[in-house]
């Protein structure tokens, strides 16, 4: 079967009708269950994380949760509540209320197979305690990490608008002074996890400053294959790559080849530190990614406009969202064609906000000039045409305009950027300039 | 950077020279280290095995690890060796003999950066016990796995000419009762541990029975988005994928559509029963990979020649292999257009081979009649070209072919299957008859 | 700009609306000028052909040209009328019927720049004399021509229903006697005219008879880049291509290397003669189309399922059509891999029908058991596209059947076929067995 | 077959061995025919050009025929000689001299069918007359053309170095005053013939001064299908592609939609006009190119840097180039995404000159900052391919870098384009400031 079977968005529809199993409960002054709820059901030991709105009136609930409605009902401390899939599937749950946390049932009938075993759900509020003021914190990485994975615990929980000063090792995993710390592949620093963030929220991580540790940085001298025509590579039978080391000249400003040939002699090419890869866990029933990868959830983008000043944008996929950073670039080419590009730790500080509620189908990337859609996907073709296709939504929902228009004002102003060729999945980013836009379009309504 | 560089390939060179920190051991009557050793060395926490096979005369060792040249002595229960990689890397270790293990230090200079602290390993002897005569084993799976890994348990030891009878869930975790056992995403039976087996070997899967468990199986009546052109899909505005229900009748040999419309009634079509999923773990330093994706490692091919008399040929990466099988097929179409085929639990018999020291670029399949060589790739015009040049490879490795006998070859006989489109790879696999042929080549010597 | 604009269809766009430079005629009979016409506008010298239906009734005429909608009156041997395109812009046409042709003219109006000069027009019954049973006729080829086009004059004029027997040289120019004929690249014999075939009509080609004319056949012994990887392509410096003799034995129905190398002795292909190109004259605007090409027109498509028995369907874009046949193929693989198929020329019997006012998307195959819809594009990726997509628009527009009743057929049935990668367009085939078809639906009414 | 075959670098291997049917001249005072020849022979009706060179000594040839070559004798009038091709075949040609023209015959020996026709031969001086210093010439265009073709009659005939001032229609056939002048797709401004071009040679075209002479443009509504993933195309069911009109305000320096909606008021986007097709006739045995499509010959490039300042190379097909100018646009985001850019008519002005025996792969584009080698192909992937490997291999030919080296400079510095994807083939072009680069190496020795 295809991989678009147990995604976080189909998981809902294995819930089907309710059994109730307990007797209802006698009646009693309800509880006060309005509110918000982080809640958790267990789906075959993995577990299924959903915000939930609920407004409690004369023992009735009206809600949602996971923008699909939410209706039951309240007696003492226990409550009962139905929510309703777009296929008309019909999910029911019943719980109580205990030390301030909820948990209780709830049973699937999944077609044609009837009912299966009873399911464990529990909710709790969000975390209370944010800050009156922004922080800063520092974080000084001890571990790092070879995947995205929503199964590593935190190092540190920030809440939204705090600033995290941090430091990453190098994609081989040796660091600033030179020592390995880790096996190489793009090990990550983090996670962090981000209070109040919830599956369908948006994380905006501004980077604020990629500062160079180390005065060396290590690339390549051949071509990724993806980069070659067929004749270009049959005149080339020894298309190795053997390290290149550049030395980091901070003051002047350039990277220069430690051993240049002769050839090469006076190369210096201006540094412009950007993260290789930001990403996030992925979400409900996802695998761990490796960090040499990248998807929706961020990841090993490559993309050299990740610099200071940018904001990424990441959609939520876990509890917290456990943001992951990591694989610094001295500066990079379009499309890091050696495989590496000038690979060196960094300083990182970027600070993270939240906005919920909202999704987005792929990362996007804004500075003071641009809107960037990035397109990431196993070809150029495809990559183009996300990347395309999500700058033209991004204009439909963010600035209200018709598919014509949108397609009015990209024609003349869009432009383009190769990030990367050199994994598995090649970026394509389509930009506009800012200055274009029409002013945004008032936030839709919740549905 | 790319994904290029922490694969197991590449390890090796993060090891450079050895400083000896313990004193020579005193002179003593050397220990029999002669032989095949199963060795690990630990690179900051992730096991790197070999298969290290020394001969060892008047206290001076000769071998090969890894297909890499071996030297150095023995003293006593003492050894010191050195490995020298492709790119004239040298590699140092020392360890002693102990309880019929082997266990040392080895130092990396990884350049420019100097030593790097001291790693340890150790080796042991090849399983002992072959049974006399090919076994065939029943397991009955209770856990099934989401994802294929290095890091989950073997549940059964075989040898190499083994047969293993098991049953699979459907992709949707779901088993022959109606009962729902796992998450969806095409939940893996295994995994099997092959004695011997070791990275560098290739294994050799006989399908030798597949059968139906369920008298049910579910597809979808939607069509992938890879198969879309814009123009179909801006007609198709619900493009939405609603399970289908078929019934299987095993007697009369076809699947019918449980409930089908009117214009439908009558559609019966041929059951051949095949495993969307076959795979191992992934080699060194690899992350684990969902049982959704493909690779070479295989896993979700869901080719539709998987079926009851193909041999299926996967590379070994870890020892053991660790073998995993799942995701069975009543049946399917080229590319699994509706992203699942007709899904449902099978019973399941195979016999495992195991061929030393033989690498394979891609999953290979063999039936009677035919060669069939895989190509898994971000775009079917890459899985192409993988699929072509493999089986171009193929044939000059083990027929002795020349790149022009090759070509005069496939010109006028090869064939292609298109094996999927629905996941993240898609498939293509090109085919010779083996009545074309020539005679196989003698082995090649090991280098 | 792009391709899209200056294409048949496109072009009525261009017709605005007319000012009436003559004056109104006087009263008087009205000649008959009911029924069916084959009109021609002359637009900056392309003529634009069309088959305009009229109906008149007291002076008033109701009718359809290409699809669209006419109106307009009759006095005498004068005609007025207006066509009205989909975007809604009106093209205004007067003329006069002599010696039983119309001949007028028209003012296009074209936004935003107004009256552009008069265009020419003039109309004809369609031909007449059609025989009352079908024919069979010889066509011994003198020229033969390496573009699909409309300004060669047809060398033959054949009634629905007849047969051509005729002959056609190899890829390389030459004929069954070994004498070059015409540069290389394969030159086509033809083109034959079909009477009262018309832009919006559907050729039905029926390969009756594909017979080799001569001994040996050439091919090459290099594979084409699309079919490598960067690996293996530098593992190859030499790919060169050299050409290589085959033995085509027709009793035992096989072809051998000429001259095999001693690993390829005994290698023997069954013979198969296949049409390498078949192809019509493109339509309206439309640059002649060089003989290594393909498209809509059908061309150079290289499908080794193109043998006797099969039916081709080209959509007409000239009157007559102007159908083409050229280079024969004693056997080919999958892809034509070589460049080359085993190239040779080929005794030829192909009856030809006319389906009236049907168009498709890209040329279809039939034969006894399966539909074929070909995807020709610029990519796999792409042709597989188009392939899936036309095979799903046949069934739903053929046989009635929804979007999900397609997906739900497809689903377990479909094959593919790669027809081709040796030339610009990649051809791939999406197939259907017909036997599990649901009757046809009943033939949509004329719009 | 494959487009392999017939092109102009395969045709000499038509030419095999000669057999003499004329006797023996006479002995007499060998004329002069020493220095450059422009020959052409004809094959089956096609004209084969190249430059030939020839030192007569004592009645010896020795010289150079399309790079390979020649030796032969000279008796009084009459000429022998041989050329032999890089497979061995041997070419042989005989003739005399008469008017200062040569001519005669040749007959090809084709393997495996033997002797061939007789070909016939000629070859006349370069064109004499050179202007002491180039000029500025005027062309006032009466017809355009809608192919870029070897067939059509020049309309001037200028020497490299001369500046060419002439008119362009928009993409529409419409003129500056609003006059339909042809059918649209594209229609040309030429060709132009540039004496002493001949096939092998490299033309360098100097876009000077490229001006408005229309304050309308006309764009669309729409975004191309290659842009569109299946999920956004299936949202958009009515991509319909509407005329929108674009005012040109060239004192102010920006276009703006003439009937904005009010979502797109104040939109302006700043002009710059650019040359959308700039092209050459193809070369030997190559048919006619429609005006919207592009490859080796340029053509409909579509490429936004093809503005004043930049020099456009593209390879030399036919004697004298036959170069094309058209398709001018006011401005052009990144990859034409409407199909259409804002379409206008242009005032051109070029400076053409002829860099002799240089042979390039693609079109190439360079302005005062950058090198720009462009990828043409049928998709993004491939277009990249091209477009890397073509500026990997400009600089190992022009500035002598080792592939290592080349790789070492590209990974930091490279930059990509996306030109278009608005047609059959999708162009993506690979930059690099000049700044980074070493000084050029000594041109290579014509071999």
Redesign the interface.
């Given at each position: 079967?295809?991989?678009?079977?147990?995604t976080s968005g189909a998981?809902a529809c294995?819930l089907a009708a309710l059994a109730f199993a307990a007797p209802a409960a006698r009646a009693a002054a309800p509880a006060d269950m309005s509110g918000e709820w982080e809640m958790t059901t267990m789906?075959?030991?993995?577990p299924l994380a959903e915000r939930m709105t609920l407004a409690v009136e004369n023992g009735k609930i009206t809600g949602t949760s996971s923008g699909r409605p939410v209706t039951g009902t309240v007696e003492g401390d226990r409550i009962r509540f139905e929510t309703k899939d777009r296929?008309g599937t019909v999910n029911s749950y019943e719980g109580r209320l205990e030390g301030g946390k909820l948990s209780g049932t709830a049973t699937?009938t999944?077609?044609?197979?009837?009912e299966?075993?009873r399911l464990s759900w529990s909710a709790k509020r969000p975390a209370a305690g944010k800050p009156a003021a922004p922080r800063t914190l520092d974080y000084e990485p001890k571990d790092f990490h070879?995947?995205f994975s929503a199964q590593i615990d935190p190092v540190l929980r920030i809440w939204p608008g705090d600033t995290v000063r941090t430091r990453t090792v190098d994609?081989?995993?040796?660091d600033a002074q030179?020592?390995?710390?880790?096996?190489?592949?793009?090990p990550q620093t983090g996670p962090f996890y981000v209070e109040g963030a919830m599956p369908g929220d948006l994380l905006a991580i501004h980077v604020k400053r990629l500062r160079l540790s180390r005065p060396?940085a290590?690339?390549?001298?051949?071509?990724?294959?993806?980069?070659?025509?067929?004749?270009?590579?049959?005149?080339?039978?020894?298309?190795?790559?053997?390290?290149?080391?550049w030395n980091l000249d901070v003051a002047g400003g350039v990277?220069r080849?430690?051993k240049p040939?002769q050839?090469?002699e006076?190369?210096a090419?201006p540094l412009r530190p950007m993260l290789?890869c930001i990403g996030v866990a992925p979400g409900f029933?996802?695998?761990?990614?490796?960090t040499?990868?990248s998807g929706r959830i961020g990841g090993?983008m490559?993309f050299n406009e990740i610099v200071e000043g940018a904001t990424v944008y990441l959609p939520v996929g876990q509890p917290g969202a456990l943001l992951y950073v990591g694989?610094g670039h001295a500066?990079?080419?379009?499309?890091?064609?050696?495989?590496?590009?000038?690979?060196t730790p960094l300083d990182v500080e970027i600070t993270v906000d939240l906005i919920r509620d909202k999704s987005i189908p792929a990362p996007r990337v804004e500075n003071a000039e641009y809107l960037m859609a990035m397109g990431l996907?196993?070809?150029?073709?495809?990559a183009?045409?996300?990347a395309?296709?999500g700058l033209?939504?991004w204009l439909e929902k963010d600035?209200?305009?018709?598919?014509?228009?949108?397609?009015?004002?990209?024609?003349?102003?869009?432009?383009?950027?190769?990030s990367?060729?050199?994994?598995?999945?090649?970026g394509?980013v389509a930009k506009i300039k800012k200055k274009?836009l029409?002013p945004p379009a008032p936030p839709e309504k919740k549905k």
């Amino acid at each position: 079967m295809s991989s678009r079977w147990p995604t976080s968005g189909a998981a809902a529809c294995l819930l089907a009708a309710l059994a109730f199993a307990a007797p209802a409960a006698r009646a009693a002054a309800p509880a006060d269950m309005s509110g918000e709820w982080e809640m958790t059901t267990m789906l075959f030991g993995s577990p299924l994380a959903e915000r939930m709105t609920l407004a409690v009136e004369n023992g009735k609930i009206t809600g949602t949760s996971s923008g699909r409605p939410v209706t039951g009902t309240v007696e003492g401390d226990r409550i009962r509540f139905e929510t309703k899939d777009r296929d008309g599937t019909v999910n029911s749950y019943e719980g109580r209320l205990e030390g301030g946390k909820l948990s209780g049932t709830a049973t699937i009938t999944q077609e044609p197979w009837g009912e299966t075993p009873r399911l464990s759900w529990s909710a709790k509020r969000p975390a209370a305690g944010k800050p009156a003021a922004p922080r800063t914190l520092d974080y000084e990485p001890k571990d790092f990490h070879r995947v995205f994975s929503a199964q590593i615990d935190p190092v540190l929980r920030i809440w939204p608008g705090d600033t995290v000063r941090t430091r990453t090792v190098d994609a081989a995993g040796v660091d600033a002074q030179g020592k390995s710390r880790v096996l190489g592949g793009n090990p990550q620093t983090g996670p962090f996890y981000v209070e109040g963030a919830m599956p369908g929220d948006l994380l905006a991580i501004h980077v604020k400053r990629l500062r160079l540790s180390r005065p060396l940085a290590i690339s390549d001298d051949g071509l990724v294959s993806r980069a070659l025509t067929a004749d270009y590579a049959s005149e080339h039978k020894d298309n190795d790559f053997n390290n290149v080391v550049w030395n980091l000249d901070v003051a002047g400003g350039v990277a220069r080849p430690a051993k240049p040939t002769q050839k090469l002699e006076g190369l210096a090419v201006p540094l412009r530190p950007m993260l290789g890869c930001i990403g996030v866990a992925p979400g409900f029933g996802g695998a761990a990614i490796r960090t040499g990868d990248s998807g929706r959830i961020g990841g090993n983008m490559d993309f050299n406009e990740i610099v200071e000043g940018a904001t990424v944008y990441l959609p939520v996929g876990q509890p917290g969202a456990l943001l992951y950073v990591g694989d610094g670039h001295a500066l990079q080419g379009d499309g890091e064609l050696n495989g590496n590009a000038l690979e060196t730790p960094l300083d990182v500080e970027i600070t993270v906000d939240l906005i919920r509620d909202k999704s987005i189908p792929a990362p996007r990337v804004e500075n003071a000039e641009y809107l960037m859609a990035m397109g990431l996907a196993g070809s150029l073709d495809d990559a183009f045409r996300e990347a395309t296709s999500g700058l033209a939504s991004w204009l439909e929902k963010d600035y209200g305009l018709t598919g014509p228009e949108v397609a009015t004002l990209l024609g003349p102003t869009i432009e383009y950027e190769i990030s990367e060729v050199a994994d598995r999945n090649a970026g394509i980013v389509a930009k506009i300039k800012k200055k274009y836009l029409p002013p945004p379009a008032p936030p839709e309504k919740k549905k």
